[in-house]
Antibody, heavy 118, light 113 residues
Framework: EVQLVESGGGLVQPGGSLRLSCGAS????????MLWVRQAPGKGLVWVSR????????TYADSVKGRFTISRDNAKNTLYLQMNSLRVEDTAIYYC???????????WGQGTLVTVSS | DIVMTQSPDSLAVSLGERATINCKSS????????????LVWYQQKPGQPPQLLIY???TRASGVPDRFSGSGSGTDFTLTISSLQAEDVAVYYC?????????FGGGTKVEIK
């Protein structure tokens, strides 16, 4: 059974940093693209970033480019999202998702809430 | 960026009746190399993460009941729930995975009338 468990969310001040983690199990992690998607409270889904299986290819939404960094450790079956220079508008639930082709979320974690506020 | 527009924003349907949700993309998401439409549908129930329903516009994901069906090509797509069940109350999102940035529709909330 595919399981994805996000962690690392919390309350941070504007301009601060957080690192989110997503632990994966139940599948061969290195064989899959992974996505980060966020959802502001009461709002819709917004794609943030994606990474291919060996970590050699990454892409980002313009809204986070230069501030967020996606990475993975295939030995630890873990996906990361380093978030720097956080803004109030980054407040959201952040979901990680397994992706067969790199473009859609086959399986999703339960999400971790990031709140950026002073 | 490809803009995804869903309609309606919400709809209320009686149990056992049909629900239809529309999704329009600002440009074609049909890939000529494989003749697939790169259009995905998700279901998100309250307090839960999204769940994949349909990919390639009309292929049901594993375990998805056959009352859910997707249709359309190019820029216009439809998700149909043929006989609404109580457990189908949710917000439904379309998404294009044709090009980055990956983009989602605004969502359609389905309720019981």
């Amino acid at each position: 059974e595919v399981q994805l468990v996000e962690s690392g969310g919390g309350l941070v001040q504007p301009g601060g940093s957080l690192r989110l983690s997503c632990g994966a199990s139940g599948f061969t992690f290195r064989n899959y693209w992974m996505l980060w998607v966020r959802q502001a409270p009461g709002k819709g889904l917004v794609w943030v970033s994606r990474i291919n299986g060996d970590g050699s290819f990454t892409t980002y939404a313009d809204s986070v480019k230069g501030r967020f960094t996606i990475s993975r450790d295939n030995a630890k079956n873990t996906l990361y999202l380093q978030m720097n220079s956080l803004r109030v508008e980054d407040t959201a639930i952040y979901y990680c998702a397994q992706s067969t082709g790199g473009g859609l979320g086959d399986y999703w974690g339960q999400g971790t809430l990031v709140t950026v506020s002073s | 960026d490809i803009v995804m527009t869903q309609s309606p924003d919400s709809l209320a349907v009686s149990l056992g009746e049909r629900a239809t949700i529309n999704c329009k993309s600002s440009q074609s998401v049909l890939k000529s190399s494989d003749n697939n439409n790169y259009l995905v549908w998700y279901q998100q129930k309250p307090g839960q993460p999204p769940q994949l329903l349909i990919y390639w516009a009309s292929t049901r994901a594993s375990g998805v009941p056959d009352r859910f069906s997707g249709s359309g090509s190019g820029t216009d797509f439809t998700l149909t729930i043929s006989s609404l069940q109580a457990e189908d109350v949710a917000v439904y999102y379309c998404q294009q995975d044709y090009a980055t940035p990956l983009t989602f529709g605004g969502g359609t909330k389905v309720e019981i009338k």
